[in-house]
């Protein structure tokens, strides 16, 4: 390991898992660290590529979502039983998803894009909500809605982007209508949307945030400031970016927090990225790099936190490296880095930081066991501890790790 360095707008088949296919202890690398146990919920998840979680029957638990892009298919799994129930069977090409009560109804429904191709930059991208039955244990072909269309629409995310107490919803093509390979050379159309009076038949109220960024690949909504307003962080070939609404008198605001990896296109800028904080507080931003890089990276803030801040590489072994999160997994007020890639060798990890000898260790959560597209972090067992769930591409796996707490 190397060293650590006012805008406002209105917006059947069931599969029971009474036992888990694989429950295996998996050690930590340092005295001291929370372990976790490994439970395979699907081994047939081909074409695998996000996963969520949300109680989305109403009994308190918190779910997992789960959605696959080729052969298309959008699935949740009951906790604790982990039983696999149907959303949709009508859409193809799967990339995202995320989950609100979007109709105020009491009961959790769920954003898709599907329709993604990334060869394919002048059509698809279509974006839909489902409806929750109310009975999802039994209804397992949700009503399906019309948000919007944009080509290549890749990432979506819920925040209260605008300080108005009501959630937007934000959209985030990874490339610009007719960008085509190697170069990407098309800015992008980043658009945020409210959500109407009456949702399922209405038009959905949009702004256009940004149309500068090209290869966007990550997101992540953080409180930057605490000003009420939730603020996002990009990773594209233009590095890391936080985006703030309503914030010295401008509309949108733009702010380079890091500038990613230097090179020739398409190996630049930022892929995944994430916020944390560090011993004592200290507010770090981390990243994969380059597009779908071999790098993971940490940015923390200079003596001027106003430039962009200092870049160090903790990792730089990832084969297609494809998703990272953040999050505190041993309650000990400082946050890991979790993080993995797609390709093999299949590797999933978690970085610890240590302030004894200021290093990024490496802990292995799963060595060889998925082939990470995408993760989830939460409280699954409401033990007050969160646990870890990844989707795999080339593994065709949906795994939850269950934090010990010990």
């Known amino acids: 390991m190397r060293r650590k360095g006012s805008f406002v707008f209105n917006f059947g088949l069931l599969f029971l898992f009474s036992s888990f296919l694989t429950a295996c202890q998996l050690a930590d690398a340092r005295r001291g660290f929370v372990t976790f146990s490994k439970h395979t919920l699907d081994e047939t998840m081909q074409g695998g590529y996000g996963v969520d979680t949300a109680d989305i029957d109403g009994d308190g638990l918190r779910d997992i979502i789960a959605l696959s892009t080729n052969p298309a298919r959008f699935v949740w799994y009951k906790n604790p039983t982990w039983e696999r129930f149907n959303i949709t069977s009508v859409t193809e090409r799967n990339i995202a998803t995320a989950p609100h009560d979007i109709d105020s109804d009491g009961d959790v429904d769920l954003v898709l894009a599907s329709e993604f191709a990334l060869s394919r930059s002048t059509e698809g991208g279509v974006v839909h909500w489902f409806e929750n039955p109310g009975n999802p244990l039994e209804n397992q072909e949700w009503a399906m809605h019309l948000i919007d269309q944009i080509p290549t629409s890749h990432r979506v995310k819920w925040g209260d982007i605008n300080g108005d107490g009501a959630m937007e919803l934000v959209n985030l093509p990874i490339i610009g209508t007719g960008a085509a390979a190697p170069l990407y ?57 936080l985006f703030q609404l309503g914030v010295n008198g401008s509309m949108v605001t733009s ?46 803030a200079g003596d ?42 299949y590797n999933l990890f978690i970085y610890r930081y240590d302030d004894r000898n200021d290093e990024w260790d490496r802990i292995g959560l799963d060595v060889g066991g998925i082939g990470l597209a995408g993760l989830a972090i939460d409280d699954l067992n409401g033990d007050g501890f969160k646990d870890i769930v990844g989707i795999g591409t080339g593994t065709r796996n949906v795994v939850y790790y269950e934090n010990s707490g010990k």
Do not use: C
């Open 185 to 241: 050379d098309v800015n992008l159309e980043f658009t945020a949307y409210a959500i109407p009076s009456n949702p399922a038949v209405e038009p959905w109220p949009k702004v256009l945030l940004d149309q500068n960024m090209q290869m966007a690949h990550g997101i992540r909504m953080v409180e930057w400031d605490a000003d009420q307003r939730t603020d996002i962080l990009t990773a594209s070939f233009q590095g890391v970016q």
């Open 255 to 300: 702010r380079q927090i890091g500038v990613g990896l230097v090179g020739e296109r398409p190996g630049i800028g930022s892929s995944e990225v994430d916020m944390g904080a560090m011993p004592g507080g200290e507010r770090f931003v981390a990243a994969i790099e380059p597009w779908h890089g071999n790098e993971v990276v940490v940015y923390t």
């Open 304 to 345: 001027d936190s106003s430039e962009t801040w200092d870049r160090q590489t903790i990792e730089t072994e990832f084969v297609g490296g494809h998703a990272l999160l953040v999050a505190d997994l041993d309650n000990d007020g400082v946050d890991e880095i979790v993080a993995g890639h797609r390709s093999e060798p």
